[in-house]
């Protein structure tokens, strides 16, 4: 069987988790994320953000979640900037457009969106005399951690906050990996920062130790009005609910989401050497779980041969950039395989 680094969700849930959905599998609940886990798992997931008032509602994936903080948190005729890169402009098979909402993408630098290019379009809408005629800039989207595995630093995101703030624009971050972001070396912001600088944000799940799930939380008691009938409208509403609820209550319960995000940094850092030592040119240097290697086609072809990645893009005429990604469940065994693998054919 080959190893797999391809991604972070190529394992089921952490134990922790099963052991609580199967303590609880024998015992009646309400329906729709009523039941006491959710309640209990809101609460939990409140606290972690310093928010006690915040919304919070579970969907099952990342896709839903963006699809429906977006299409619920925009008037028909608005639309969502982005960084180029951005997950919906490039990963949601149009989902957002399906929507009604076109996706307005700027310039990436290494995954981010910077303030001053935001500026620019919002200078340039505003002074455009047909903008009536434009679709509207309603919400900025980010991810956190980036599509390559950067960060934004707390300046960063303030200065983009305070730009929609100034242009009545929502902020909205993808927080599919954020564990991960959070515990990262390089990370100056916490949780509790992070809900207090945007309009709503997500805590993913389904990449960090749970079977699936994300939980989205509207910061500021602005959860939109029908968001309830929205989800369900968007088939995401789950009958049991609670599914999701046991997870992130699992999750939130000691401080486990963000213990097993500093092991995926820990063990990414290791795949880091690793990959240097084998010769390879890092094709960004990611201080989160997704490393990005250049490697020589006829190379690339051997090692597909016995690990498992993700061909992210070519990079000249005889090489490929090469995504391996860390897990919470990515052990000291697989790494010491990958080094082993690398040696016998560099």
Known sequence: MKISFECDYNNGAHPRVME????????????????????????KIRKACGLPNADVYFLTGGTQANLVVIDSMLLSCEAVITAETGHINIHEAGAIEGSGHRVIALPSHEGKMLAKDLQAYMEWFENDESRDHLAQPGMVYITFPTEYGTIYKAEEINAIYQLCRRYHLLLFIDGARLGYGLMSDECDLSLPWLARHCDVFYIGGTKVGALCGEA???????APRHIFSNIKRHGALLAKGRLTGVQFEALFTDDLYFQISRHAINMANKLKLILKEAGFQL??????NQQFAIIPNNLMHQLEEKVIFTHWEPYGEDKFVCRFVTSWATTEADLNLLKRILNAKC
């Open 216 to 222: 989205v939380v509207f910061t500021h008691d602005n």
């Open 20 to 43: 609580h959905l199967m303590a609880t599998n024998g015992q009646q609940s309400l329906t729709y994320g009523f039941d006491e886990w959710s309640e209990g798992a809101k609460e």
């Open 283 to 288: 094709f960004i240097d990611s201080p989160t």
